[in-house]
């Protein structure tokens, strides 16, 4: 398998654009969670999908961000404007239930984006 | 709150000696899972072991094991002969229902 795979690897933009981040899960894990890691702040969980539909995005700092995953290979995180408060990694991961257990197993996780908001 | 807490932002090992990181948890929970992943400079975040809260066995991946404390809530990390490829950021995290806490890191430097 190819992983959980991200785009782009790098973005640099300057504050009020827009800014789309991409994911693909691994095939056959229904759940995705998108992470965004600061030095001040470390890893925090933004929101995460279950079968396409999200089921937590308290983590979402404000309305400046939305996520959506229209499909079961495919999600985006998207900033509109961006602000150099926003520059950090950003990281999908993907998992799948663990088993007979009623929770997910190792969440395994994409190269990371690195945002650099000017 | 349920946390995890990492208690050194920093440690050292020579190349080939054994060091352990340490790590310690709060739930109300009696089944979940724990992990160990590494990052290193490239940012990639990458699993190093996993145990289940529910087995008494701790789980080895060749050089990485854990030491898992049920009662203590305590999962430690031990390295043997360290390499200088294992210098890296180490975050502890817990599963909690569908998510992860994850602890602060532990940066570790391996020393030729």
């Known amino acids: 398998d190819a992983g959980v795979i991200q785009s782009p690897r790098h973005e640099v933009t300057e504050m009020g654009q827009e800014v789309t981040l991409r994911c693909k899960p691994i095939?056959?894990?229904?759940?995705l969670f998108w992470y965004r890691q600061t030095m001040m702040r470390g890893l925090e969980l933004l929101i995460y999908?279950?079968?396409?539909?999200?089921?937590?995005d308290s983590g979402m700092p404000e309305d400046r961000f939305s996520a959506k995953m229209p499909n079961a290979s495919f999600s985006t995180l998207k900033i509109q404007p961006s602000e150099p408060r926003d520059s950090a990694v950003y990281f999908c991961?993907?998992?799948?239930?663990?088993?007979?257990?009623?929770?997910?197993?190792?969440?395994?996780f994409g190269p990371g984006t690195r945002l650099t908001v000017l | 709150a349920q946390t995890v807490t990492q208690s050194q932002p920093e440690m050292s090992v020579q190349e080939a000696e054994t060091v352990t990181l340490s790590c310690t948890y709060d739930?109300?929970?009696?089944?979940?899972?724990l992990f160990w992943y590494k990052q290193p400079p490239s940012r990639q975040m990458i699993l190093v072991i996993r145990?289940?809260?529910?087995?008494?066995q701790n789980a080895t991946e060749n050089r990485f094991s854990v030491n898992f404390q049920k009662a203590a809530k305590s999962f430690s990390l031990k390295i043997s002969d360290s390499q200088l490829g294992d210098a890296a950021m180490y975050f502890c995290?817990?599963?909690?229902?569908?998510?992860?806490?994850f602890g602060t890191g532990t940066l570790l430097a391996v020393q030729p």
């Open positions: 991961a993907s998992s799948r239930l663990a088993g007979d257990l009623f929770f997910t197993d190792t969440q395994y």
């Open positions: 999908f279950n079968n396409n539909v999200p089921i937590d």
């Open positions: 739930t109300s929970e009696s089944d979940y899972y």
């Open positions: 095939s056959g894990h229904d759940y």
């Open positions: 145990q289940e809260a529910y087995k008494q």
């Open positions: 995290a817990r599963g909690a229902t569908n998510k992860l806490i």
